[in-house]
């Protein structure tokens, strides 16, 4: 539960610039304009496209209080607000269904550009799973960079874990054929396959994605199957870009968001999930192990419009109300 709290206080402290650079403002039209007038409609969807909620999700919102304020008889522009931040949780909502591989022997295939944290993730996921008890393995598949294959290693020093690795430069693939032949013989509960990032050879790389999930489905069929995307949450709309072309060589189940922690463009996270229909099932905040988490919408729009804090002035207010 502290744990919980400590990393509600940071994610908090991560959106910090979205709510100065968004909220805020949306608290304004919310609070400062007196009647739902299309005045107010203009400026609200104004700021949720600024703030990379994206184009096609603040429609869906403008459209959606435009239905509830008429069919609840709603004039004035606050009684919306609490409408609003629910169904933004609505839409970010993540089924438990969505874990389940993290309760069965699984394959997790961690896909993402180069920078955006994919192999920090996969030691950050190694750690907490081995903490939790499962048999872990790790494929060092990304055989273009070194430095990466090193990081894995050292990862899997700290979290007690084995590492399946080929030289520099080896086939890829024949890295995840290893591994996952390994995964099988070794009764691993959760294999995780680090793999290239770099889009400047965007055929190669989808080709190598398919190939490797060809082998991963060939060989070990009894295995749950996951392919999590790593995307820099301070890139905003860009995320979404290389999240659908990523899609195209490997069905994306879940979406790990990570560098949360001084972004300005927190409302990429509703975007994502919103336009792609994928979950957000990670978050990071920073860089140490207890920095990435399951994601868990109500908390992430808690902290982005600052729920706890708001409710506190009102009930403040309303005790000096009272006492005047």
Known sequence: MEENKGFFARLKAGLS???VQMVEGIDDVFYHHDKLDEDFYEELEELLVMGDVGVATTEDIIEDLR???????????????DYMIQGLKDKMKVEESDYEFLN?????????????????????????????????????ADTFRAAATEQLEEWAKRADVDIIKGGDGADPSSVIYDAVNAARHRNVDVLLCDTAGRLHNKKNLMNELEKM??????????????NLIVL??????NALVQAREFSE?????????????????GGIAVAIQAELNVPVKFIGVGEGIEDLQEFD??????????????????????EEDVNS
């Open 297 to 318: 919408p109500d908390s992430f729009i808690d902290a982005l419009f600052d729920v706890e804090d708001k409710r506190e002035d009102i009930i403040s207010e309303g």
């Open 249 to 265: 060589a490997a069905p994306i189940s879940g979406i790990v968001l990570t560098k949360m922690d001084g972004t300005a463009k």
């Open 67 to 81: 239905s509830y304020a008429k069919s609840s008889h709603i004039k004035k522009p606050y009684e919306c607000r």
């Open 104 to 140: 069965e022997p699984s394959v997790v295939m961690v896909i993402g550009v180069n920078g955006v944290g994919k192999t920090t993730t996969i030691g950050k996921l190694a750690s907490i799973y081995k903490a939790k008890g499962k048999k872990v393995l790790i494929a060092a």
């Open 17 to 19: 610039k979205t709510r």
């Open 232 to 237: 820099d949450g301070t890139t905003g709309q």
């Open 213 to 226: 999930n060809r082998i991963i489905d060939k060989n070990c069929p009894e295995y749950k199957r996951e």
